[in-house]
């Protein structure tokens, strides 16, 4: 074996010194497909990733590679599409992306082969990034523990009692995290596409693929959307009923008088909590 190795690397030195010009492997994105898994964002970013590319061309450097997987019947994972055919199919892409889905979120069962080849991706060195609910399979791996995430806000509470050892960041639209990525609620993959541009491109092509596509680069805030969603399952009668009345009420001063003011003290400390979540 040893000999072999050696031969190997000789003829890979003798490849060089007669091919010095020879391009480098494509930088390559691939995402994970999965049934019923956000098709739009699937396409989207395909499409953002594409379109840096020609601007990555234009600056003299080379595109990104696009791939997508599909976990295959016998098992294990293949490309069932590559933007770059030519390319070796043995690379190990450089970021792996979940996308997210309209209709459900990943269930333990249903995540446990994709988050054990994330796993083992990452363990190569592959730069995990998921959009939406394409979080769940990130945290199944493990790799999320004691660590800052993101998912859609309205699946902020669901990740939370799923894996409470995530510190999970519902306000933020992507939290970059060195080897994990995670972005925010469906659009949030263009916050997302651009954040891995600007990583594997640098900044010029981000802000070009940024003013092409009318995508503000300058970050956005979850919380900008999300709408109010307090506990209701706290137990609690007498809250329950304020917190119905104030949602019926709708945003906007509320005037609280007669027998409801005299109950306000009693109320006061159970309702804020019950309105925090905590």
Avoid at 97 to 120: F, N, Q
Avoid at 128 to 153: D, E, K, V
């Amino acid at each position: 074996p040893h000999d072999m190795a050696r031969v190997d690397a000789a003829l890979r030195s003798t490849l060089g010194e007669v091919f010095p010009d020879a391009p480098p492997a494509l930088a390559e994105v691939g995402i994970v497909l999965y049934p019923e898994c956000q098709t739009g964002m699937v396409l989207g970013i395909t499409d953002l990733f594409h379109i840096a590319g020609r601007f990555a061309v234009d600056h003299g450097r080379a595109p990104v590679r696009v791939s997508h997987w599909r976990l295959q019947d016998g098992g294990g994972f293949a490309r069932c599409f590559d933007s770059h055919p030519d390319q070796p199919g043995g690379n190990s892409p450089a970021v792996l992306i979940t996308p997210g889905s309209l209709h459900k979120l990943l269930e333990a069962e249903e995540v446990a082969p994709y988050a054990r080849w994330l796993l083992d991706r990452h363990a190569q060195g592959t730069v995990l990034a998921s959009n939406c609910g394409g979080a769940f399979a990130l945290a199944a791996t493990g790799l999320l523990a004691g660590r800052p995430a993101t998912t859609h806000w309205f699946f902020a509470e669901a990740f939370r009692e799923r894996f409470p050892d995530v510190r999970m960041e519902a306000d933020r639209m992507v939290v970059d995290d060195g080897d994990i990525i995670t972005a925010g609620g469906l659009m949030a993959w263009t916050d997302l596409g651009l954040r891995i541009v600007e990583r594997l491109l640098g900044p010029s092509v981000m802000m070009e693929t940024a003013r092409f596509l009318l995508i503000d680069p300058s970050g956005r805030e979850q919380k900008n959307y999300a709408s109010f969603a307090p506990k209701l399952t706290h137990g609690d009668e007498a809250i329950l009923k304020v917190q119905h009345w104030l949602q019926a009420k709708g945003a906007g001063p509320v005037a609280v008088a007669g027998h409801e003011a005299a109950q306000a003290g009693d109320l006061h400390r159970g309702l804020r909590w019950a309105i925090a979540g905590a």
